[in-house]
């Protein structure tokens, strides 16, 4: 079973930083390119980034370039999305999903397969 | 970007009866490879974002039947022929042609 927990969200100030955490199990992660998405309270969902199956391309939303940064660690099948200098609008469920798999692409088939529950992020002054 | 638009933003719906949902894009989705990387999504309250359909109209995993996705280029349609309590929830669309990645705004299912 596909199994996606984000970890690392919380209460933060305006201008601080926070690393989200994404451990995965259940299928091969070296094969699938991931995602982060948010969701502000109330509100619709947003992406933020992906990255591809190895590692070496990363797209961003221009909300959030040059202040976050999405990595994974494969030896340990984990996710993780830097985020510095930190605003209001920020403040959101942050949840890692699955791009599905291609044998093709690194950045998956163009759908997310599977989401995790989420982690909650506060950016308050 | 490609900005997606859903309508309606709410669909109340007598139990048993057929809900539809469209979704339109403000460019073509069709990718240079020829595939139309067009998905929709279910999130049912205080859950996660679940795929239902993905390149238009394939449904995905252990998804029931009663939903079908349809459409090609710039408008799409996510139908389900009756609908059941289960299905009440919030419905997106997104695509995955390009970089960003963008989602329609949502549709609320509820019965009536």
Redo the contacts between chains.
Sequence with gaps: EVQLLESGGGLVQTGGSLRLSCAASGFTFTSHAMSWVRQAPGKGLEWVSSISSGGVNTYYADSVKGRFTISRDNSKNTLFLQMNSLRAEDTAVYRCARGAYSEIYDMGAGYLDDWGQGTPLTVSS | ?IVMTQTPLSSPVTLGQPASISCRSSQSLV?SDG?T?L?W?Q?RPGQ????LI??ISNR?SGVPDRFSGSGAGTDFTLKISRVEAEDVG?Y?C?Q??Q????????TKVEIK
């Design positions: 970007d990718h595939n990387y998905s999504l999130q996660p974002p679940r795929l993905y390149k995905f919030l997106y997104m995955a042609t970089f960003p990645f963008t989602f329609g705004g949502g």
